[in-house]
């Protein structure tokens, strides 16, 4: 079985639906056929400021949301970034295989960086860190949105060019990016990416969202001038993105929900889409919830999976460590 491995950032209360229908859903679907691991990553939180307390609750919570949401640790590998030192050990060595202005061009260092007042220098380095989470599992795919697709080929450079300099260490991996689904848009600005980091929660549907507060923010979306239901994402970027939604959470294509709905009105489609996306995440909710009414479980879960993480990993770094010529201990 091909190996899939992908992180999410421990720096919300709940995953939104962008994490979920961009990122969490094709985890779920990639246990049946892939050699899958999940991770929290709670080190890329820091690169922004966070609430120790609250870094370590959402870090349980979001692994609780991933479970809920249909991974099962019996057939992924579910882990904290921070558990296995061995993503700072690669971590190191690919700084210093990454060129300054390499890092500089991110586009998400530049967004990121321009947000924020004080820039850590981790928020730069920060590509070199997701490289190692994936080259240290010899990962051949890596399920993400669109916005990581500069960071994935960063990584796939990163790869090649130590393959290349010190002889073969690592898989070069693929993305997985799904055209339809990889970015979903905020609600009140459907030019943007949905953000966990958004100024305002209104245009975020969070996965954990109370039903009622759920459907208001559906029933309030920025919709387009016009009153025809078409998928068109420059001339009807707000349709097009509850479009994509409906598609996603319903399993339907979109052509299909676009002939459902010919001749009614957007109103139509709102209330239709809080029906089902209250629906959807209801039960994932009452798991999520469930789930973290016993912390100790979880705990156990994840010293688990740092367990079956950290066999993979101690393997690829202790072979990296020699081809760098770090002496042995
Ligand atoms: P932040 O704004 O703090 O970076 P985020 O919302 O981007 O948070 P991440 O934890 O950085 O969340 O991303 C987790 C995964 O979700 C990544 O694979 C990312 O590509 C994906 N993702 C994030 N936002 C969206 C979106 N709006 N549409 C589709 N996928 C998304
Ligand atoms: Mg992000």
């Not at 991770?39 to 809920?68: C, K, M, S, W, Y």
């Not at 898989?171 to 979903?184: N, R």
């Not at 208001?216 to 479009?243: C, H, M, Q």
């Amino acid at each position: 079985r091909p190996r899939s491995l992908s992180g999410i950032q421990a720096t919300s209360d709940s995953l939104h639906l962008g994490n979920y229908i961009g990122a969490l859903q094709q985890f779920v679907e990639q246990q049946d056929t892939h050699d899958a691991f999940f991770f929290i990553a709670n080190q890329h939180a820091i690169t922004v400021d966070q609430d120790p307390a609250e870094l370590r609750a959402r870090t349980l919570r979001t692994a609780a949301q991933f479970i809920g949401a249909g991974l099962d640790p019996a057939r992924s590998t579910i882990f904290v970034q921070s558990h296995i030192p061995a993503h700072n050990q690669l971590g190191w060595v690919l700084e210093c295989t990454t060129g300054l202005g390499e890092a500089q061009r991110m586009t998400q260092f530049k967004d990121k960086s321009a947000k924020n007042e004080h820039v850590s220098l981790g928020l730069l380095t920060y590509p070199a860190l997701m490289a190692a989470d994936i080259l240290l599992y010899q990962t051949d795919v890596v399920p993400v949105g669109e916005d990581q697709r500069q960071h994935l080929e960063l990584t796939r450079n990163l790869a090649e060019r130590f393959n290349h300099r010190y002889g073969k260490a690592f898989t070069v991996p693929e993305p997985q990016i799904l055209k339809a689904t990889a970015k979903i848009y905020d609600l009140q600005d459907p030019t943007a990416k949905m953000s966990k980091s958004a100024k305002t929660p209104a245009g975020r549907i969070d996965i954990l969202d109370e039903p009622k507060a759920l459907a208001k923010k559906i029933k309030s979306a920025v919709t387009d001038a016009g009153t025809e239901i078409a998928f068109d994402r420059e001339a009807k970027p707000g349709v097009s993105n509850l479009l994509t939604i409906y598609s996603s959470l319903s399993g339907r294509p979109v052509e299909e929900i676009v002939a459902e709905f010919e001749g009614r009105m957007y109103g139509h489609l709102k209330v239709a889409l809080a029906e089902l996306a209250v629906e959807a995440l209801t039960p994932l909710r009452e798991r999520t919830l469930e789930l973290l009414d016993d912390p100790a479980e979880l705990e156990r879960v994840l010293h688990r999976g740092a367990d079956a993480a950290e066999a993979v990993a101690g393997t690829t770094i202790a072979d990296v460590y020699d081809k760098v010529g770090f002496l042995r201990r």
